[in-house]
């Protein structure tokens, strides 16, 4: 997924899966919602990009996300590394350029 938002193919991300269980596969579901987040946002779609940040912080926020360790990080500290660029990618997109790079 990463690899496809490194090159931008926003239109290949939303054709994505999601697991079928999310709460078992948590990382996986939670990445695509960074990643649908970011690729609404590039194509305009801002309230659909909207949207998908919220489904992200709530994966983020489940109580699993608290309990799988990756390293010494959890599920939920390395996601919360997302939120500011979700943030700032919808205020960028937005028209509100200082919010955006305060976010980053």
């Known amino acids: 997924v990463h690899v496809l938002i490194r090159f931008g193919r926003w239109e290949k ?15 996986r579901a939670a990445t695509l919602r960074y990643a649908r987040t970011l690729s609404y946002a590039a194509l305009g779609e801002i309230r659909k990009a909207e949207i998908e940040a919220l489904e992200f912080e709530t994966l983020k926020c489940h ?12 599920l939920k500290q ?8 979700l ?11 200082d919010d955006a790079f305060n976010q980053l």
């Open 13 to 27: 991300i939303l054709q994505l899966q999601f697991p079928t269980d999310t709460i078992l596969m948590l990382t």
């Open 63 to 74: 109580s699993e996300a608290l309990d799988r360790f990756q390293h010494n990080n959890s």
């Open 78 to 85: 390395i996601l919360d590394v997302n939120t500011p660029m």
């Open 87 to 97: 943030l700032g990618e919808i205020a960028y997109r937005k028209g509100h350029v």
